[in-house]
């Protein structure tokens, strides 16, 4: 059962123009992402899908392997199925990897790949971390003063995701008291008949009133698989600004590198 982790990189960005060629502690951003991507147990084969020929060229000076993909695409997930129509991929197993996320550790992906490998009958998997309690507070605080970003994700006895939201959930009556809070981690993995299926259909109600595109796959039946992960002491941040990324770099000089 094989499996093809794509990493879209648009080169347009209104806050970071260039974003994925922009150097981390002496690295290309999406260099990095393609290397995590290349260590992760279970993943057969990556490929960086993206819209300019900088990125293109620049991946491959770097020894990894990219596609040009429609301009007209218009968000992740189209870049990734058209990425696979272009390469013509007979992957079972397509992983959507964020290309601005430079601190996802190998084993999340790892993890994502093997799931869907040991269970033919799932459609969809994403990962999940429980948030510690202090880590809870301080984002709901954030979330309320509207500093804070990130989706929580609640799922039922299955592991199978019942919604996600750019708030908070679930909503505490008591501050120490109820179900755990878990953080979503923006990578999915697909049964390519899958992605194939949600990018055909059209946005839903809940996707567009959070913005979150996993909730068109919920609001259609088709079901998510959540994988817990843990990060094992490491950091997590992705890359939206020139800042965020000297936050990264600062983040790596103190764990060290992943691959």
């Not at 094989?2 to 922009?22: C, E, H, N, Q």
């Not at 959507?96 to 490998?117: F, H, Y």
């Not at 309690?133 to 299955?158: C, I, L, P």
């Amino acid at each position: 059962m094989s499996v093809l982790a794509v990493i879209p990189a648009r080169y347009g960005s209104t806050r970071f123009p260039g974003k994925p060629l922009a150097k981390i502690a002496g690295q290309m951003m999406i260099e990095r992402v393609w290397r995590i991507a290349a260590a992760a147990e279970g993943v057969d084969r990556v490929v960086v899908a993206t819209d300019d020929a900088r990125i293109m060229e620049a991946v491959g000076a770097a020894g990894g392997e990219a596609v040009m993909t429609d301009k007209a695409c218009r968000n992740g997930t189209e870049r990734a199925l058209d990425a696979v129509h272009r390469l013509k991929s007979d992957a079972e197993i397509i992983i959507n990897v964020q290309g601005d996320a430079p601190l996802i550790p190998p084993w999340v992906i790892g993890g994502v790949a093997e799931t869907l490998r040991a269970d033919p009958t799932l459609q969809m998997a994403t990962p999940a971390i429980a948030l510690p309690g202090e880590t809870e507070a301080r984002m709901r605080a954030d979330k309320a003063n509207g500093s804070a970003s990130g989706t929580t994700v609640v799922f039922n006895k299955s592991m199978d995701a019942m919604y996600f939201s750019k708030n908070v959930i679930p909503f505490r009556r008591k501050p120490d008291e109820g179900a755990p809070t878990y953080q979503h981690i923006g990578l999915y993995g697909y049964r390519r008949d899958t992605l194939e299926q949600l990018v055909a259909l059209e946005p839903t109600p809940f996707e567009l009133t959070e913005s979150l595109e996993q909730l068109r796959a919920l609001e259609n039946g088709i079901p998510i698989r959540i994988v817990l992960t843990d990060y094992r002491g490491r950091s997590a941040w992705s890359v939206d600004s020139p800042d965020d990324a000297v936050r990264v770099e600062d983040i790596i000089r103190r764990e060290g590198e992943l691959v």
